[in-house]
């Protein structure tokens, strides 16, 4: 066998080819107009429902099928950074006081599950309130130099260096009653200190969540999770224990109060955004992410979800 036939053997017998994430492609594309784009916030109203892109990675190498190239705002997605810099700055029990490890069981910005859980603690970093939470944590570590920390350490997991989009920022701040209510109503209970800046630490917030990816580099930060920390150019991000930790909330409260439905459907650790995109958490080597911004009633993208069904299936990525 010649080196050439070599390599394509090699290539033949990766799990993820281009034709099998074509074929992904192709099934998504027949679920795109099941979902709708997230319209509580203007700017995200504008996004083309019928976006669809896919990214992999194996062999140390990239593939990707649809519209992977295609900017798209990272959302919720950004949680996984944010906790992942808390743990650098907390223990897990230290973080506890102020935000559990439990999946929720209502929407991502629900003021009832906040209104119900054990001393108003937000039940997960994940959903909203939570996230809000590990923001105000980071901003009494970082002061000033909060997000200039978040956009470090989030274009160390995307593998490239990224900004956030001012006008998805700005429709974020001006129609961001859910997330006040929610920050409010911590403030009241006590779980954030009276002398929160409150703007300062929603805007920190707003805009990690307007920071502008590409399905390849929400490949990338599935590697780095996937891989314990270690990213594709072989730099250390976090510590492995954090990576595992990370993967373990993907699994239980990634997708929300669809959790339990997505482990059952695609059981791959995942955690997706309101953009559209979903990175997940496969096999130590490999990345996986999709994106598509039609989203499902749960705010997870319902393509995409059915796109990793799709190759979970196909290539037994199932980890339960
Ligand atoms: O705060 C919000 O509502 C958005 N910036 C993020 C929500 C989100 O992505 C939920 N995900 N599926």
């Known amino acids: 066998m010649t080196m050439v036939e070599l390599k394509s053997e090699v290539k033949r017998l990766r799990r993820f080819n281009q034709e099998l994430l074509e074929g992904a492609i192709a099934l998504g594309r027949k679920y795109t107009d099941m979902g709708e784009v997230a319209d509580y916030i203007p700017e995200l109203k504008k996004q083309d429902p019928n976006k669809i892109g896919i990214a992999a990675i194996e062999d140390g190498e990239l593939i990707c099928s649809g519209d992977s190239e295609d900017r798209f705002s990272i ?21 506890k006081k102020y935000v559990g490890l439990k999946p929720s069981s209502k929407a991502f910005n629900s003021v009832i599950e906040l209104e119900l859980s054990k001393k108003n603690v937000p039940v997960n970093p994940f959903i909203n309130a939570g996230a809000i939470v590990v923001v105000a944590l980071l901003h009494r570590v970082y002061k000033e130099r909060t997000l200039e920390v978040i956009i470090e350490k989030a274009s160390k997991f995307l593998g490239e260096e990224i900004s956030y989009s001012e ?54 930060m599935s590697y780095c999770i996937s891989n314990n920390g270690v990213s594709l150019s072989g730099e250390k991000v976090i510590e492995p224990e954090h990576a595992r930790i990370l ?51 749960h705010g997870n993208s319902y393509s995409g979800v059915r796109m990793l069904e799709y190759l979970s299936e196909k290539l037994n990525l199932n980890v339960y």
């Open 167 to 220: 006008e998805i920022f700005v429709s974020e701040k001006v129609s961001s009653f859910a997330n006040r209510t929610l920050t409010y109503l911590m403030l009241s209970r006590k779980i954030l200190p009276p002398s929160l800046e409150v703007e300062e630490v929603l805007d920190i917030y707003f805009k990690s969540c307007s920071l502008m990816v590409n399905v390849k580099n929400l490949a990338n």
């Open 75 to 95: 959302q919720s997605v950004v949680k996984v950074i944010l906790y992942a810099i808390a743990l650098e700055n907390f223990t897990v029990d230290e973080l």
């Open 247 to 297: 993967r373990t909330l993907m699994a239980t409260c990634g997708t929300y109060d669809y959790s339990g439905d997505f482990a059952v459907r695609v059981g791959i650790p995942a955690k997706s955004g309101v953009g559209g995109g979903i990175v997940t958490a496969t096999i130590d080597g490999y990345g996986l992410a999709v994106y598509s911004p039609a989203l499902d009633t």
